[in-house]
């Protein structure tokens, strides 16, 4: 089983329960403090080493590695939490809008949108934090299910109409119309601008939606 606290380190030291031990409170504020000066540093458009972010927190070099034995350990904690959280909160709450599930949904498009266009820069370091850590350490938790939950909750008008089943699958193909994944495919990959990029999300979603519902309800025969 994969554990953050026991694994091979940038210097090679093996870090095991540090921060089981005493003192949790001081171990605490420490990790927190990391965390602010990693999430600064990033936010700024950096890509800091855990060096680096040791130096900026006024925390030794062997402490730091202490908490996060290397830099993807590192990112992949701060970068999707402490650099985006309060915003991503934004998402959630568009989920929740009043409103049919569609444009529930739609809200949701947009907020993500606005989201991902905003923390573009922390949110591609954290994708290749991501592809780094599961390289290296493939037992490692997957990203976190948050798209998947406030999808889900956009869709909760339709529990009682859409199967578990269809819902689930419905879920996972709108989970490619978010995230900094569907920010790269439209714009990069596409060359699509910003706004043509939102645009093709919202149908995409609304087309999947409509799809699914079809499947659920076909219309009547002609």
Known sequence: MYDP???????GAEVVGYEAGGRTGQKLRTRNT?????????????????????EMAGISRSTAYRYFPSQELMYAEIV???????????????????????????????AD?????KHEHALRTGMRAFLLLIDSYPDAPREDSQRVRYL???????????????????V????MCVG????????????LSRAESAEV?????????????????????R
Not at 34 to 54: D, I, M, N, Y
Not at 172 to 175: C, F, I, W
Request: charged share 20%.
């Open 5 to 11: 606290a026991a694994v091979k380190g940038e210097r």
């Open 34 to 54: 990391l965390k602010a000066a990693a999430a600064g540093l990033v936010a700024a458009g950096r890509s800091p080493t855990v060096a680096e972010v040791a």
């Open 80 to 110: 999707l939490s402490a650099t985006v959280g309060p915003d991503r909160q934004q998402v959630h709450a568009a989920a929740e809008v009043a409103g049919d599930a569609a444009e529930r949904l739609d809200s949701v498009i947009r």
């Open 113 to 117: 949108h606005a989201f991902t266009t």
């Open 152 to 170: 889900t909750a956009a869709l909760q008008p339709l529990a009682d109409r859409i199967p578990a089943t269809a819902m689930r699958r419905l």
């Open 172 to 175: 996972a193909a709108l989970s």
């Open 180 to 191: 900094i994944e569907a920010e790269l495919i439209t714009e990069v990959s596409c060359g």
């Open 201 to 221: 999300k919202r149908w995409a979603a609304a087309a999947l939606l409509r799809a699914t519902l079809d499947d659920v309800d076909p219309p009547p025969s």
